[in-house]
């Protein structure tokens, strides 16, 4: 075959989802390969949720491509979707996976030295993509916006807050049930007998930027971001977060919308492993602990035409245009049903509560960090200009949440919806009267997921979500984790009601 020739979709299934496959981007994985003595390949993929998932071969069932069209590459390689979270039924259980070459990276975290790559999941009798693959959701959506003429590209920036504990527990029983998570920066350890104690435990809400000693984990970040970038993930900065018990961020160059998730799941997995390598152990739940700021993922975003970001206006509030008041306005209206892809589970909704910096009312305004959306003005600059959607969290399958997040954003432009006018004071200070005429998002998972029953048929524009996504995911979230948590006695009904 042709060097850089393509095979055409009639002749064999794509390892992407327009179908077709260049020998030209198999042979740069080759020569990764060569160059980094690769002895195994991981296939990673996306389950429903958000989790990624994987298998390993040997490096030799992929270099052995003397009949591209009878190789790995051209036919892909099967699992079982049964096994799967919200994935197939068990009589209809067979899957492909077809490897994305432009993903191949050197596995940041394995031993062994592993090449990494990506896939996308299709059917094997429709040699279809798979409508329930996130990343398929995804690229749909960009396909969708540069259908219907808005833009031609949409830029993403999720800044991904996380905790770093020394030590994690929990159970649930049909008699017990707890968690305890610790951490030798807690504040709660400051009268600890440590043998010695030092000090240096970040009181509640002042862990953001104090140096070290206070600062114990800057030496790991920075071993965390390496590691990112040896796995081509750009790293703007690193920093504590506001919580005290190792609360941190690590924030990426912004991407597409794609690109991006593909980012945040790699982030995730090196997040996880470099800090269990140090014997700690990292978790992005919203709200791991009481009385203190939750981890969030402020979701920044521009759409570009033609090399423009038409997000902005030199004339207009916060210089952004017209366009991006719209897109502001898709976002406030269909926020309680997009919560259910962006803050999707029930411990997002310990985080999304007054005081604790978290954006509950849905009203934008140009700095104001209480605002549901925030118009960031740390530069006149027309190429920096975007938005920033506040409420998602880490629980967020990625790929669902940024796709929602663009079909709420074009809705609004599509009917012209205003976003009303800006909020510019502090949100927590209104009086009652004043607070009562601003809408919040929803209080719970459960209002999330009626929202998104009542109020979908945006997302399926353009066939991006499908209905059966949409569906499964309603059921998947009612019945494994709402109706599983509501049936659970939970520890503080025990202060509560015990001796009533």
């Not at 490096?59 to 051209?74: C, H, M, Q, R, Y």
């Amino acid at each position: 075959m042709a060097k850089g020739k393509k095979v055409s979709k009639s002749k064999v299934i794509g390892f992407r989802w327009d179908g077709s496959v260049g020998e030209d981007e198999i042979k740069k994985v080759s020569d990764i390969i060569k160059n980094n003595n690769i002895q195994i390949v991981d296939l990673k993929f996306n389950d429903l949720p958000g989790l990624w998932q994987h298998f390993s071969i040997p490096v030799s069932e992929l270099t052995n491509i003397d009949d591209p069209i009878k190789s790995i590459w051209a036919e892909g390689i099967g699992f079982d979707g049964s096994s799967i979270r919200g994935f197939q039924k068990i009589q209809e259980s067979d899957m492909l996976l077809m490897l994305d070459p432009s993903t191949a990276v050197v596995d940041p975290v394995c031993e062994i030295p592993t090449l990494s790559i990506l896939c996308d999941i299709y059917d094997p009798l429709t040699k279809k993509p798979y409508t329930r693959d996130p990343r398929y959701v995804a690229k749909k959506a960009s396909e969708y916006m540069k259908k219907t003429g808005i833009a031609d590209k949409s830029y993403w920036g999720p800044e991904m807050e996380f905790f770093i504990f020394n030590d994690v527990r929990f159970d649930q029983t049909e008699n017990s049930g707890y968690y305890f998570v610790d951490s030798v920066e807690g504040e709660w350890n400051s009268g600890r007998d440590e043998k010695p104690n030092l000090g240096y435990k970040p009181r509640y809400k002042e862990g953001y930027f104090p140096v070290p000693p206070h600062d114990s984990l800057q030496d790991l970040r920075s071993r965390i971001i390496l590691a990112m970038m040896k796995a081509g993930i750009p790293i703007e900065v690193h920093h504590h977060e506001v919580a005290t018990a190792g609360q941190c961020e690590i924030d990426m160059k912004f991407g597409t919308l794609v690109q991006m998730a593909d980012r945040c799941l790699m982030y995730k997995y090196i997040v996880k492993n470099i800090s269990k390598k140090n014997n700690m152990v990292a978790t992005f739940m919203p709200k791991p602990l009481f009385g203190d700021n939750g981890s969030g993922m402020h979701t920044h975003q521009s759409l570009w035409k033609d090399g423009k970001n038409i997000f902005f206006d030199p004339k207009g509030y916060g210089l952004i245009s017209q366009t991006a008041k719209y897109y502001i306005g898709g976002l406030l209206k269909h926020a309680p049903a997009i919560l259910a892809f962006c803050a999707p589970t029930t411990n997002s909704y310990k985080r999304l509560v007054p005081g604790y910096e978290a954006p509950v009312n849905l009203a934008y305004s140009a700095r104001n960090r209480s605002a549901a959306v925030r118009i960031p003005v740390y530069s006149d600059n027309p190429k920096s200009k975007r938005l920033e959607f506040r409420p998602p969290d880490n629980t967020a399958n990625p790929y669902l949440a940024f796709a929602a997040m663009l079909m709420a954003g074009i809705d609004g432009i599509q009917n012209k919806m205003e976003p009303g006018e800006p909020l510019d004071k502090n949100i927590y200070e209104l009086s009652k009267e004043e607070a009562a005429k601003v809408p919040t998002v929803p209080g719970s998972l459960e209002k999330a997921i009626e929202a998104l029953e009542k109020d979908h048929e945006f997302l399926l524009k353009g066939g991006v979500f499908t209905k059966d996504v949409v569906e499964t995911w309603i059921e998947y979230k009612r019945e494994k984790e709402i109706d599983a948590v509501r049936l659970r006695p939970h520890p503080y009904e025990y202060h509560l009601y015990f001796d009533i």
